[in-house]
C-alpha cells in the first residue's frame, strides 16, 4: 500500500494549488481517503475526506466553498483543489487511507507535500 502526494508549492494568497494523492497497493474505491494538514507548531487536523459510499466532506468550516475534493478511481487518485489561498492554509499536507469518513482507522499515510501561501 502506498500514497503519494504532490501538487504542492509556493502560491500567493488568494491563488490555486491542486493536491494529488496517488494510491497503489489497493483497490481505491472500497476505501475512504482523507486530507490532513499540519502546521507547524500545531496539531494535525483533518480538512476533508471522499469515500464512494459518503461522497466529499469537509471537517474544516474554514476551507468549505474554498476546497473542493474529488476522487478518479480509473487513476487512482484523489484530488483537493485549494481556491482563495489564504496564508493560514500553509501546512504540510498528508492524504490517507480509511475505511470510511467517519471512521477515525487511518492505516496509510502519505509523505506529506508542503502547500506555504505567502506573497
Known amino acids: 500500500v502506498q500514497l503519494v502526494e504532490s501538487g504542492g508549492g509556493l502560491v500567493q494568497p488568494g491563488g490555486s494549488l491542486r493536491l494529488s494523492c496517488k494510491a497503489s497497493?489497493?483497490?481505491?474505491?472500497?476505501?475512504?481517503i482523507g486530507w490532513f494538514r499540519q502546521a507547524p507548531g500545531k496539531e494535525r487536523e483533518g480538512v476533508s475526506c471522499?469515500?464512494?459510499?459518503?461522497?466529499?466532506?469537509y471537517w474544516l468550516d474554514s476551507v468549505k466553498g474554498r476546497f473542493t475534493i474529488s476522487r478518479d478511481d480509473a487513476k487512482s487518485t484523489v484530488y483537493l483543489q485549494m481556491r482563495s489561498l489564504k496564508p493560514e492554509d500553509t501546512a504540510v499536507y498528508y492524504c490517507?487511507?480509511?475505511?470510511?469518513?467517519?471512521?477515525?482507522?487511518?492505516?496509510?499515510w502519505g509523505q506529506g507535500t508542503q502547500v506555504t501561501v505567502s506573497s
Open positions: 490517507a487511507r480509511k475505511s470510511r469518513c467517519r471512521a477515525d482507522d487511518d492505516d496509510h
Open positions: 497497493g489497493f483497490t481505491l474505491d472500497y476505501y475512504g
Open positions: 471522499i469515500s464512494s459510499n459518503e461522497g466529499g466532506v
